[in-house]
Each structure stands twice: as C-alpha cells, then as structure tokens.
C-alpha cells in the first residue's frame, strides 16, 4: 500500500471533508448549487449512497432528488440525510410499463433483474463462477414506470435520470416516452451493456440507448468503458480482456435546449459541470444572456463563476 493511500485512510474525516470541499467541482458547487431552478433528479438503483458527483444538485435547494431502490435497507442513508436536496424514497421497482413483474433473484443478489441471466454459448468460456447467478429465484414484484413514481414531485421542473438496474435501464426510459415528448428530461448517466449477447436476457445495448436517445433530441457527451474482470482477479499492465458494459452519459442537445425556458438551459448548465465539462459549461454561460441574468437575480455572482471556470480549462 503507497504512502499517500495509507494516509487518506488515516486522515480523520473532518479533514477529508476539509480537503474535499476545496477542491474545484466543491468551490463551484458553492458559488452555483444555492441558485439553480427546481429541478427533479431521479436515482434509480440507488443502494448504499447518493454519488457525490452529483454534488451540484445535491448541495442544491430547489432540487427534489428521489432514490428508488426496491431494497429499503439499502437506502438507509436518507435517514441521515445531510445535503441541501430534498430527499424522498421510492422502494417499489421501476418497469417500462409498470404493472407485476418477474423479478429473478440471482444468488448473489445485487445481481437481481426484471431481466433472466444467460449464459450464451459465447460467453460460457468467460463465465466460469456461476454461482453469482445461480441458483436463481423468481419473485412476482409489483413494479412502477418511471413517470408513475414521480408521482408528486414537480410536473414542470426539468428532469435528470440516473440508472442501473441490471440490464432494464433503456426499457424503463423507453416507458417514459411522455416525458421526453414534453422535453422534461436533459441529462441521463445510465449503465449499459457492451456484450453482442448480453448475461441479462434482451438486456438494452449501449447502441441502442444512442440510438433512442438521438432520436430524443440528446447528444452522447461521455462513455466509460468497463472491461471484464480477469479470471485471476490480477489486473496486469498492457493486457486487456473483454468490453463488458459502460457508464454513459447523455445531455439534451444545445440546439434543443435553446428553445426550451431558461430553467431549463440553467440546469444543462449544472449537468455539465456535475460532469466536468467546464468548456462546454462556460461557452453556454457566455453566450446565452437568458442564463447569466437568470443567475444574477437569483443571487449568483456570475462573473466569479466564470473566472472558476476559466481556471479548469
């Protein structure tokens, strides 16, 4: 173990939360997250924490952020909740159409979906330890669509996605076709799969939620690619296995978002900068007036925002 790792883990935490909040995302979570428009963030599959990326909107006020987690006790973390956000839980699934589901409880069961697993002749060299699937366990769930369990929280504000569930994400978007017809959503993080036969069974590929959400008016803005763990468990330098699946970010197209309100182009703005994307952040800051008087008379002081931003690029 190096010697800076050793002494983050020994550092109290009130001088890791000292350091954290010092740094760039933080500095400009404070000058921006107490001015932002209500928006509505939706974490669906949200064991064990909120991500501290979001800490834009997190630290944010007028944010209605909802954890949906069918697994209450691994949402215990609202209980202490200690973000500006307001938090509310939803512990029922989520479906594309809603209604009772299968749900298939993999033996290890953070392996769980809506969706079987597989195991396709294509993949039965790579899967040898069966026994994070197996035996499997088929549960009858009520489940909700997305826009069924926003259910009270804001109908206008605009609308960002975060999701992984086992291989159902594009589904659970595709069952909320309204809210991308109303152009409610502007951002989405997803998790997707890279496999030509995926281990869930007709699970939604990652070229296919471009697909979809090209045709929603979005743009791919990031994709981190997740390779397959080796079977030895030792990661090596200058080997390589098999694309797995990914983390994908998407955003409303700027073209698009400038026809919508400036609550709307406000909170693209936060998104960005939730992803670190500080050019693409003060390029809209300078060029859309609507945003930057927005901010001004909510109490931003957006010529420091600005000078922040100029700093990361």
Same mark, same amino acid.
């Given at each position: 173990?190096?010697?800076?790792?050793?002494l983050?883990?020994? !550092?109290?935490?009130?001088?890791?939360?000292?350091?954290?909040?010092r740094?760039l995302? #933080?500095?400009?979570?404070?000058?921006?997250?107490?001015?932002l428009?209500?928006? /509505?963030?939706v974490?669906?599959?949200?064991s064990?924490?909120?991500? /501290?990326k979001?800490?834009?909107f997190?630290? !944010?006020?007028?944010?209605? #952020?909802?954890?949906?987690?069918?697994n209450? !006790?691994?949402?215990?973390?609202?209980?202490? #909740?200690?973000?500006? %956000?307001? /938090?509310?839980?939803?512990? +029922?699934?989520? %479906?594309?159409d809603?209604?009772i589901?299968? @749900?298939?409880?993999?033996?290890v069961? %953070?392996?769980?979906?809506l969706?079987?697993?597989e195991? +396709?002749?294509?993949m039965?060299?790579?899967?040898?330890?069966?026994?994070?699937f197996?035996?499997?366990?088929?549960?009858?769930?009520?489940?909700?669509?997305?826009?069924?369990?926003? *259910?009270?929280?804001?109908? /206008?504000?605009?609308?960002?996605?975060?999701?992984?569930?086992?291989? +159902?994400?594009?589904?659970?978007l595709?069952?909320?076709?309204?809210?991308?017809?109303?152009?409610?959503?502007?951002?989405?993080?997803?998790?997707? =799969?890279?496999? *030509?036969?995926?281990?869930?069974?007709?699970?939604?590929?990652? #070229?296919?939620?471009c697909?979809?959400?090209?045709?929603?008016?979005?743009?791919?803005?990031?994709?981190?690619?997740?390779? !397959?763990?080796?079977?030895?468990?030792?990661?090596?330098?200058?080997?390589?296995?098999?694309?797995?699946?990914?983390?994908?970010?998407?955003?409303?197209?700027?073209?698009?978002?400038?026809g @919508?309100?400036?609550?709307?182009? =406000?909170?693209?703005?936060?998104?960005?900068?939730?992803?670190l994307f500080?050019e693409e952040?003060l390029s809209?800051l300078?060029?859309d007036?609507?945003?930057?008087?927005?901010?001004?008379?909510?109490?931003?002081?957006?010529?420091?925002?600005?000078?922040?931003?100029? +700093?990361?690029?």
């Amino acid at each position: 173990m190096s010697l800076s790792l050793t002494l983050r883990r020994l !550092a109290p935490q009130s001088m890791k939360n000292f350091l954290r909040r010092r740094t760039l995302p #933080w500095r400009i979570s404070k000058q921006l997250s107490p001015h932002l428009p209500a928006v /509505v963030c939706v974490d669906v599959g949200a064991s064990y924490y909120p991500h /501290v990326k979001w800490l834009q909107f997190l630290n !944010a006020p007028n944010t209605q #952020w909802l954890a949906v987690e069918p697994n209450e !006790a691994n949402i215990g973390y609202v209980k202490s #909740w200690s973000w500006r %956000s307001q /938090v509310s839980t939803c512990t +029922t699934g989520l %479906s594309r159409d809603g209604g009772i589901q299968t @749900l298939y409880v993999t033996n290890v069961d %953070s392996g769980s979906s809506l969706l079987p697993p597989e195991i +396709t002749p294509s993949m039965q060299h790579r899967i040898t330890k069966l026994d994070y699937f197996f035996p499997v366990t088929e549960r009858r769930i009520e489940t909700l669509t997305l826009i069924q369990a926003m *259910a009270g929280l804001s109908a /206008v504000a605009p609308v960002f996605v975060k999701l992984d569930t086992q291989g +159902t994400e594009l589904s659970i978007l595709q069952g909320a076709q309204r809210l991308f017809d109303e152009q409610r959503i502007v951002g989405i993080e997803m998790e997707s =799969t890279m496999l *030509a036969q995926p281990l869930m069974k007709n699970s939604g590929k990652f #070229w296919q939620a471009c697909e979809y959400l090209e045709q929603q008016g979005f743009e791919l803005l990031h994709i981190k690619p997740i390779a !397959a763990a080796p079977r030895s468990m030792r990661t090596r330098p200058n080997r390589n296995t098999y694309m797995h699946e990914c983390d994908a970010v998407f955003a409303l197209r700027q073209d698009v978002a400038a026809g @919508l309100s400036v609550e709307h182009r =406000t909170s693209l703005l936060a998104f960005y900068l939730t992803n670190l994307f500080y050019e693409e952040a003060l390029s809209l800051l300078e060029r859309d007036n609507d945003v930057t008087a927005f901010l001004r008379t909510r109490g931003c002081d957006v010529e420091t925002l600005a000078s922040t931003l100029k +700093t990361a690029i």
